[in-house]
Structures are given as C-alpha cells and as structure tokens.
C-alpha cells in the first residue's frame, strides 16, 4: 500500500514540486535507472483500462447484449484490475523508495524540504512522466464515466413527458405479441395474457397490458369504474409502480380457503397488487396502485379500450405520480 501512495506522488507531484538540487546535496533516496520496459507495460495497463470503462458504457448503452449485466460487471472487474496492476508496475519498478525508521514527531521546514527532495528523487526512473500522467487520468476520467452511467437508471432528469404519453386512447384495439386482435371470448377466467395497442410503439412504457378474466361478482374495482371491467375483464399496465420492472407473474390460489387471493406479481423486488381491486397494492415497495384501463367490448366482440389510464404509468419517481397520462 505503502509504494502504491509513493507512486502517486510520483505521478502527480512529482513534476510540480521538483526543484534543482545541488552538486553538494546529499541524496535521500538511492539513483535509479530508466525502466523505459516497465513504462510500456503501466501504459499498456492503463490504456487496457480505459478501453474496458468504455467498453462497460457501450454494454450499459447496448440493450441488445444478452447477459448485460455479467459483461457489464466483468468489463468493471478488469478495469479496476488493471489500473491496480499499474500502480503494483509503478510502485515496484518505476518508483525508487527508501525505508527509514523514525519517530513520528512534529514537522519542521527542514522535514518538508526533504519531503519534496524524496518525491523528486523518486521519480528519477521516469522518463515519460507526462505520457504517463496523461493515459492514467484517461483511465480514471473512463472508470468514472461507467461508474456515474447507471445513475440515468435512477430515472429521467430532463424530459420527463414521455412518461406521461400512452397509445391508448378510446377505440385503440388490444392485440397481443402477434398482433391478433383480443376477442373477448377468448379470454379465460384466471389467465394471464399481455397485450399491446393496435399499430402503436410497443416500446413506450404506457404501452404493455396485463389482462386478466374474473367473475364479475369477484371485482371490487373503485368508485366510477363499474364499466370498466365488461364481462368481468380487467387491463392494467404491465410497468410496476415501484422500479418500472414488468409484471410477469400471476398468482391465483389453488385451495381458496388457506391461500391468498389472486394477484398480480413484479417479480424483480415482489411488488403485489390485487387485480380485483384496481390494482392495489397488497404487498411489497410499491407506493402506488397500477394503473388501470378501461375496456369496451365491440360489435364483433373484440377488446378494445374505452379510454386512457387512470393514473400515470411507470415507476413513482419524484412528481410522476402528480401527473395523469396522456395520449
């Protein structure tokens, strides 16, 4: 740990507070010799670094990577690896050091003088200080870049109307990952199906569905939305409240009298919301219902919606539960 701060020094100080030292003054460390080798081998580290920080942001950037999150914590892992091996490099072959055993005491002028003439004389071995100044803050400035990246994760900063913009809009037929058209009376009571909005981006985060088919004597939905469900069947966004995960699981009891009623899961961080309900939340983080769509049946019995959401769609970050959706 010791040579690792040295190097540091070295790297950093060295240049700024190096001063000409006289013929008669008498040398704290011992003189070294050029390692121009060892220079190679911290700059081939340090750019090795630097290409795996950038490569972390592209994997972070990239949705389309399978197992994103391994390569993106190997990519991580090796460039905090080799900046490590750099400074193991520069601490044991650039950096000349000398072990002295005294007091700890107050520090004197004369104490800092030899302070700055240790950090000079340490550095005797480096012959390209600059270049080797300048690839390891790429390395850092790269390292930090991919460290702050997964904040924009946290949610949106400058734009955040397109959380408040849906497909759905009164007529817009529900379809599912084929496109077919929902018929109503392929709905099955206790099955879970996504859908998606008729030649729409299915993208946008207002787009995905979940439906699901009670009995209507089951559903307990809110005040003024008795037409919403026909025929017993609900649609509620596919976008957890919590964290913007997708809701993937549907629990129904399998021996009514002992286990809990159905519901709708995110299984990322099991958030539980009560389909019967309006979307409650029986379980888990989330700080809201999910939002609900009404539905109509058509002429030809087809699904489509009757409206727009009852709340805003997507995760409660910082105001967007205070806005309602828009189409």
Same mark, same amino acid.
């Given at each position: 740990m010791?040579?690792w701060?040295?190097?540091?020094?070295?790297l950093?100080?060295g240049?700024f %507070?190096?001063?000409p +030292?006289?013929?008669?003054?008498a040398? *704290?460390?011992?003189?070294?010799?050029?390692?121009?080798?060892?220079?190679?081998? @911290?700059?081939?580290?340090?750019?090795?670094a630097t290409?795996?920080?950038?490569?972390s942001l592209?994997?972070y950037?990239?949705?389309?990577?399978?197992?994103q999150? &391994?390569?993106?914590g190997?990519a991580l892992?090796?460039a #905090?690896?080799?900046?490590?091996?750099a400074?193991?490099?520069?601490?044991r072959?650039?950096?000349v050091?000398?072990e002295l055993e005294e007091d700890y005491?107050?520090?004197?002028?004369e104490e800092?003088e030899?302070l700055d &003439?240790l950090?000079a004389?340490g550095?005797?071995r480096f012959?390209r200080?600059r270049?080797?100044?300048?690839?390891?803050?790429?390395a850092?400035?790269? *390292?930090?870049a991919?460290?702050?990246?997964?904040?924009a994760?946290?949610g949106?900063?400058?734009?955040?109307?397109?959380?408040?913009r849906?497909?759905w %809009?009164r007529g817009? +037929?529900?379809?599912d990952?084929?496109?077919r @058209? #929902?018929?109503?009376?392929?709905v099955e009571?206790e099955?879970?199906y996504?859908?998606?909005?008729?030649?729409?981006?299915?993208? &946008?985060m207002?787009?995905?569905?979940?439906?699901?088919?009670?009995?209507p004597?089951?559903? &307990?939905?809110p005040?003024g939305?008795?037409?919403w469900?026909?025929?017993?069947?609900v649609a509620?966004?596919?976008?957890?409240?919590?964290a913007?995960?997708?809701?993937?699981?549907? %629990?129904?009891p399998?021996?009514?009298?002992?286990?809990?009623?159905?519901a709708?899961?995110c299984?990322?961080?099991?958030?539980?919301?009560?389909a019967?309900?309006g979307?409650?939340?029986l #379980?888990g983080?989330a700080?809201r219902?999910?939002?609900q769509l009404p539905?109509?049946?058509?002429?030809?019995?087809?699904l489509r919606?009757a409206g727009?959401f009852?709340?805003a769609v997507g995760?409660s970050?910082?105001?967007? +539960?205070?806005h309602?959706?828009?189409?």
């Amino acid at each position: 740990m010791t040579r690792w701060v040295i190097a540091l020094l070295v790297l950093v100080l060295g240049r700024f %507070r190096r001063r000409p +030292r006289l013929d008669s003054e008498a040398r *704290i460390v011992p003189a070294g010799t050029p390692d121009r080798r060892a220079e190679n081998v @911290v700059l081939l580290l340090f750019a090795c670094a630097t290409l795996c920080a950038a490569a972390s942001l592209f994997v972070y950037a990239w949705d389309a990577i399978p197992n994103q999150t &391994q390569f993106l914590g190997l990519a991580l892992g090796l460039a #905090f690896a080799f900046v490590s091996a750099a400074c193991i490099v520069i601490g044991r072959r650039l950096v000349v050091t000398e072990e002295l055993e005294e007091d700890y005491g107050t520090t004197h002028p004369e104490e800092e003088e030899a302070l700055d &003439q240790l950090v000079a004389e340490g550095g005797d071995r480096f012959t390209r200080k600059r270049l080797l100044i300048v690839a390891g803050a790429g390395a850092g400035t790269a *390292i930090g870049a991919a460290l702050l990246a997964p904040v924009a994760s946290l949610g949106p900063v400058f734009d955040v109307s397109s959380l408040y913009r849906t497909p759905w %809009r009164r007529g817009v +037929r529900l379809v599912d990952e084929a496109g077919r @058209v #929902f018929l109503a009376d392929d709905v099955e009571e206790e099955t879970f199906y996504t859908a998606y909005p008729e030649h729409a981006d299915r993208e &946008q985060m207002g787009a995905p569905l979940v439906v699901v088919r009670f009995k209507p004597a089951e559903l &307990q939905l809110p005040e003024g939305r008795a037409m919403w469900a026909p025929d017993g069947i609900v649609a509620y966004s596919k976008i957890c409240t919590h964290a913007g995960c997708a809701i993937t699981l549907y %629990r129904k009891p399998t021996f009514a009298p002992v286990e809990p009623k159905p519901a709708l899961i995110c299984p990322c961080h099991y958030s539980t919301f009560d389909a019967t309900k309006g979307g409650e939340v029986l #379980f888990g983080p989330a700080g809201r219902p999910l939002p609900q769509l009404p539905l109509a049946i058509d002429g030809s019995g087809e699904l489509r919606a009757a409206g727009n959401f009852s709340g805003a769609v997507g995760p409660s970050w910082w105001g967007v +539960r205070n806005h309602g959706p828009r189409s």
